[in-house]
């Protein structure tokens, strides 16, 4: 019973999170994000935005097992080492209703992996802090990627997708 119990609190938990989300978008669509931006476009104020924090936040140098996306990887978790978050990108945002364009830095997790001798970036993987001396020598798998909230979120909104059609 108490999986079910958990399974619908995070379908409730689910369904918030997108109201919320279709909410912003609807009450946000003067705001264009970069490739939306049509040029020309008239321009009378610049900002430049803070970051923004990430899902995921360990400790700089903190030991994470990291498996990189990519057929290079052959599907191997690694031994890394978080970095911390830094910037991958720029987004650039323009407001039509005040006119203004912001440029705001888009950061993302890094970690180094000494095996490959590279920087790995979150949003190209899956990755854990390593919290235990048990978690060392386990991989991370296929049912452990499928169990991350957001892949649950978007099998989800898949499905409702193709109930549609």
Not at 136 to 145: M, N, V
């Amino acid at each position: 019973m108490e999986d079910e119990e958990k399974v619908d609190e995070d379908k409730k938990e689910m369904a918030n999170f997108l109201e919320g989300l279709a909410k912003h978008m609807e009450d946000n669509k003067h705001i264009k994000v970069n490739e939306q931006i049509k040029c020309p476009i008239e321009i009378d104020k610049l900002n430049i935005g803070r970051e923004r924090k990430g899902f995921q936040t360990a400790k700089v140098g903190t030991m994470v097992k990291i498996r990189p996306c990519g057929e290079k990887y052959e599907d191997k978790t690694f031994l890394g080492i978080y970095l911390g978050d830094m910037q991958i990108s720029v987004n650039v945002f323009y407001d039509s209703h005040e006119k203004s364009l912001t440029f705001a830095p888009h950061n993302n997790p890094a970690i180094y992996v000494p095996d490959l001798e590279e920087v790995i970036w979150g949003c190209g993987s899956w990755w854990s802090p390593i919290e235990s001396e048990e978690q060392l020598g386990k991989d991370i798998s296929d049912e452990d990627i499928q169990n991350v909230w957001y892949v649950k979120a978007l099998k989800q909104i898949s499905e409702i997708e193709k109930n549609k059609k």
